[in-house]
């Protein structure tokens, strides 16, 4: 028997049993603050202040959200979300809804900042027939309660 194969029947079970990510699966890593927002609400009016006035401040803060990174193939965008950015993001919301928005209905202390690996649109030859998107910058995803 190939070697490959006994090891793949001695990781299967391990994936199986440890849900083949740290923590059993039960965090997400999140790009997009509306899903962030409804997640963070602890109430049904927090999540209405949320829906209405999220779009007028994502267009505000637009360039908060994202980020440009240069490399030799060219400019890539990716999403760029931390806690900072939610945070300008929730003192919009706030002075939108002319005092309706009550900031204490919402709790991000669950979101921490994870930095990922962005990767170019241009396959690159790494030797033996295999090519891989390399790494060509970081970004910041909140990593928090799925």
Not at 14 to 19: E, P
Not at 44 to 72: F, G, M, N, V
């Amino acid at each position: 028997m190939d070697k490959s194969w006994i090891w793949a029947l001695i990781a299967f079970p391990l994936v199986l049993a440890f849900g083949g990510q740290g923590g059993g699966g039960g965090k997400c890593h999140f790009t997009k603050p509306g899903l962030v927002f409804s997640k963070a609400c602890h109430n049904e009016e927090c999540r209405a202040q949320i829906k209405q006035h999220l779009p007028r401040c994502q267009r505000r803060y637009a360039s908060e959200l994202t980020i440009s990174i240069r490399h030799d193939d060219g400019v890539t965008r990716a999403p760029h979300l931390s806690r900072a950015t939610m945070d300008t993001l929730a003192k919009c919301i706030a002075s939108a809804s002319t005092g309706a928005f009550d900031r204490q209905s919402l709790d991000l202390s669950a979101y921490r900042d994870v930095s990922k690996d962005v990767r170019g649109d241009t396959l690159k030859e790494i030797g033996a027939g295999f090519s891989v998107y390399p790494v060509v910058g970081k970004t910041t995803f909140l990593y928090g309660p799925a």
